[in-house]
């Protein structure tokens, strides 16, 4: 009777978890101004690779009316290609006793809707983070045509930031999102409540904008960098900088097992997910095929393809985590 339970407790809890993600990424999209766009579009084979034309402004030449007519050098229209990464996750085993359920006439519609709920989360933070993560490299890897550093001089401001988004000159409009950590975060707020930014106040009541672009608030371990003193990174992204794909393929497996004194049950749960940037190629040969974190997190695995910086995903900001 137990295990018949747990089975048809499996049966329906994957389901309900990839229900509940589907209208997580809705809101999340919706929330970043699709700077990081979770979608549930599928993702096949280890790599998913784009073509795109390079930018042929190169070509364009001045020309004298009145000079003899010598031949031109042609420019080729040539093609890049870009490439996105499957990833590999999975949880458990998580170990619990199926009389614990029975003895509370278990599963019911709650119990479901909170599994599945935290399964859902636990995607999303996941591919967030992974998201993030590599971004952070990526970006970073440009050194300074994409970074402004004011961490020797500054904690987190709007002032840093803007230099950031003068990286990308006239394009700097196309930045619609900042991605913080909630410390950051609070550092900007702190600036607004000793009003010494007198952009954001309004019916005197002191608002929390950042240059006017949609706000990620979240506690990814890439937007912190460890060291004497500590840093934080701020993100400031472009519409689809990073995409992340659903892979298709969410796998439970329940094992319930003998030999104790009670009978206890183990829950396992393999998925995947793919992940492309903006302007950048994952580099198939040196990062491989599934990748782990520390691989997706190395910047020289995220080749720039972009011609011009200001076709990638963003710029990033790094700043003190306390007053220098």
Not at 6 to 22: D, H, K, S
Not at 240 to 249: E, L, M
Not at 260 to 265: G, H, L, N, S, V
Request: glycine share 8%.
């Amino acid at each position: 009777m137990a295990l018949s339970q747990m089975q048809v407790f499996n049966q329906y809890i994957m389901p309900a978890t990839i229900e509940t993600l589907g209208q997580m990424v809705e809101k999340f999209n919706e929330a970043s101004n699709g700077t990081i766009r979770l979608t549930t579009e599928g993702f096949d084979g280890d790599f998913m690779q784009q073509s795109f034309f390079a930018a042929i402004h190169s070509a364009q030449r001045r020309v004298d009316r009145y000079a003899s007519n010598d031949a031109a050098t042609p420019t080729d229209l040539t093609q890049l290609k870009q490439s996105g990464v499957k990833i590999a996750g999975g949880f458990g085993p998580i170990r619990f006793e199926p009389g614990q359920l029975t003895w509370l006439n278990k599963p019911t519609a709650e119990g479901i809707e909170v599994a599945s709920r935290n399964f859902a989360e636990a995607m999303l933070r996941d591919q967030l983070n992974t998201a993030v993560a590599a971004l952070t490299a990526a970006i970073t890897a440009q050194g300074a045509a994409t970074v402004v550093d004011v961490s020797a001089s500054s904690v987190m401001s709007y002032a840093g930031m803007n230099s950031a988004h003068a990286l990308f000159g006239d394009r700097s409009t196309d930045l619609v999102g900042t991605v913080i950590n909630g410390a950051a975060y609070h550092q900007l707020i702190g600036a607004n409540l000793t009003n010494a930014e007198r952009l954001y106040q309004s019916q005197g009541v002191l608002i929390v904008d950042i240059l006017g672009k949609a706000v990620v608030v979240t506690d990814a371990p890439s937007l912190s960098l460890a060291g004497s003193p500590a840093k934080y990174r701020a993100l400031s992204l472009c519409e689809g900088a990073a995409v992340v794909y659903d892979g298709g393929d969410v796998i439970s497996n329940i094992e319930t097992t003998n030999g104790k004194q009670r009978i206890e049950t183990t829950m396992q749960v393999d998925y995947t997910f793919g992940l492309a940037l903006k302007g950048y190629t994952w580099d198939e040969t040196n990062g491989g095929k599934s990748p782990t974190d520390a691989e997706l997190a190395t910047g020289s695995n995220w080749d720039k393809v972009a011609t011009d910086i200001k076709h990638t995903a963003g710029v990033l900001t790094l700043a003190a985590q306390v007053a220098p």
